[in-house]
Nanobody
Framework: QVQLVESGGGLAQPGESLKLSCSASSSIFPYYTMSWYRQVPGKERELVACVTAGGTIDYHSSVKGRFFMFRDDAQNMVSLQMNNLKFEDTGVYFC?????????WGQGTQVTVSA
């Protein structure tokens, strides 16, 4: 099991930027597929961005060109740079680590986009 700790959420106005970070406790971090999900009340958790162990990155269509995910295997960290934020980006963002036989979640960090 890997412990995941997110940070960097908060309040932003439309058009502003926020950066989320997720720190992992596992020494085998480089082998995980790391993802960011977000959830709003009444809806299922949705995948925002993910990066494989090989470095392939994919994004939800609604954030392409605005959000950028990075992984730093030396620091056991991933981050999500969120630019040009929109109201619909509001939600709780969760970091996820997936291996062949396990999946672990962070506690979540709130992102609120409001004027």
């Amino acid at each position: 099991q890997v412990q995941l700790v997110e940070s960097g959420g908060g309040l932003a106005q439309p058009g502003e930027s926020l950066k989320l970070s997720c720190s992992a406790s596992s020494s085998i971090f480089p082998y995980y597929t790391m993802s960011w999900y977000r959830q709003v009340p009444g809806k299922e958790r949705e995948l925002v961005a993910c990066v494989t162990a090989g470095g392939t990155i994919d994004y939800h269509s609604s954030v392409k060109g605005r959000f950028f995910m990075f992984r730093d295997d030396a620091q056991n960290m991933v981050s999500l740079q969120m630019n040009n934020l929109k109201f619909e980006d509001t939600g709780v963002y969760f970091c996820n680590a997936k291996a062949a036989t396990s999946t672990d979640w962070g506690q979540g960090t709130q992102v609120t986009v409001s004027a």
